[in-house]
Nanobody
Framework: QLQLVESGGGLVQPGGSLRLSCAAS????????IGWFRRAPGKEREGVSC????????DYADSVKGRFTISRDNAKNTVYLQMNSLKPEDTAVYYC????????????????WGQGTQVTVSS
C-alpha cells in the first residue's frame, strides 16, 4: 500500500524554524517528484515547493522563497521541508504529495497524498 506520512509540525513563534518530513512506504520515493502543499483556514490548497525525481531541481512559491528549503534523501525514502523565519501567515496544514510526472506546483498533477501536519506560527 502506497503511503506518505508527514511529521514535524507544531507550534512555533514568529521567526522560528521547523523541519517537516515526508516519509514514504510501499513505494520508492526516488522515482517520484514530491511536492509540499498547504491549506490555511478558509483558503484553497496551494503549492509551497516541489523537487524533481531526476536531478533534484526545485521550485518555490514566491511567498516562501529564501525562507523554505526542500530536499530529499532517497536512501531514507524521505523528503524534507526546512522552514525558517516563519510568519503567522505560514500557519496551515502542510501536505506532501507524490507524482510520477515531472515536478510541478499543480495540485491536480499529484496522485498520492499524506494526511497532513499542522503548523501554527503564533506568539
Amino acid at each position: 500500500q502506497l503511503q506518505l506520512v508527514e511529521s514535524g509540525g507544531g507550534l512555533v513563534q514568529p521567526g522560528g524554524s521547523l523541519r517537516l518530513s515526508c516519509a514514504a512506504s510501499g513505494f520508492t520515493l526516488g522515482y517520484y517528484a514530491i511536492g509540499w502543499f498547504r491549506r490555511a483556514p478558509g483558503k484553497e490548497r496551494e503549492g509551497v515547493s516541489c523537487i524533481s525525481s531526476s536531478d533534484g531541481s526545485t521550485d518555490y512559491a514566491d511567498s516562501v522563497k529564501g525562507r523554505f528549503t526542500i530536499s530529499r534523501d532517497n536512501a531514507k525514502n524521505t523528503v524534507y521541508l526546512q522552514m525558517n523565519s516563519l510568519k503567522p501567515e505560514d500557519t496551515a496544514v502542510y501536505y506532501c504529495a507524490a507524482t510520477p510526472r515531472g515536478r510541478t506546483m499543480l495540485v491536480y498533477e499529484y496522485d498520492y497524498w499524506g494526511q497532513g501536519t499542522q503548523v501554527t506560527v503564533s506568539s
